[in-house]
């Protein structure tokens, strides 16, 4: 009998002795060990460059903040040497040009005296929407409350970003990683008025950027995952 054949017909029997009652089961979490997606066994050393903001006004300390929650990252890896910022000084900004260009990001290797560096792009931008609850008003006419739809606007903020691991010899892109644009609504602290404009609070900024940021390390460097199976009794 054909071997997949046998094992449907196995799962077969599996779940009818366990929806007949005559087995127990329990859900169990598990660690499942996932790999990287790509080899980085030979780039030890790797420099992490302030990321380009594609706007025509670009805000440089947003893509400082993101090279640094990267290096930040990274650091926690016992594989990787990071080199530190204060040890990356270039004559000019590195453009959104110089990112796109595998001579100039091989130039940029080189002089840092590493085996890969990680450089990228974002678009961080805001939009403002609108979002319905219920609420109750007083009626004089019946005497009762009676249910009303209300609508409130709420700032919501939005990242997009395209992150790259070069070879430092080659230039050549070694890892594409575009992960889906990131939404969420504007973070205040406690001590935020309510017509507090957030744009230029970093708190917002980290916080949409922090999941894609651990994404991203997390597909460079093997790490274990939690599953969730069924252990029969």
């Not at 110089?98 to 840092?112: E, H, M, V, Y």
């Not at 969420?184 to 980290?206: V, W």
């Amino acid at each position: 009998m054909n071997w997949n054949i046998r094992f449907i017909l196995i799962l077969i029997y599996v779940s009818i002795f366990i929806f007949s009652g005559c087995l127990a089961y329990e859900m169990v979490d598990i660690k499942v060990k996932v790999d990287s997606k790509i080899d980085m066994t030979k780039y030890k050393t790797i420099a992490v460059i302030d990321f380009v903001d594609k706007k025509t006004k670009p805000n440089e300390m947003n893509g400082k903040i993101i090279a640094r929650m990267i290096r930040q990252q990274l650091k926690k890896s016992k594989d990787f040497q990071v080199l530190e910022e204060k040890n990356m000084e270039f004559d000019n900004p590195i453009s959104y040009e110089d990112i796109n260009d595998p001579i100039a990001l091989s130039s940029i290797g080189r002089q840092l005296e590493v085996d890969a560096i990680i450089v990228g792009e974002f678009d961080f931008y805001q939009r403002y929407q609108s979002v319905p609850y219920i609420t109750e008003r007083y009626s004089i006419q019946t005497g009762k409350y009676m249910p009303e739809g209300r609508s409130y606007i709420r700032k919501v903020y939005g990242i997009s970003l395209k992150i790259k691991v070069v070879d430092s010899k080659t230039g050549e892109t070694i890892f594409n990683y575009t992960p889906r644009v990131e939404e969420q609504p504007e973070y205040r602290s406690s001590f935020a008025l309510p017509f507090t404009d957030g744009t230029d609070d970093p708190s917002n900024f980290r916080a949409i950027v922090a999941k894609p940021v651990i994404k991203f390390i997390l597909s460079l460097v093997p790490h274990y995952e939690k599953e969730r199976r069924y252990l029969v009794k």
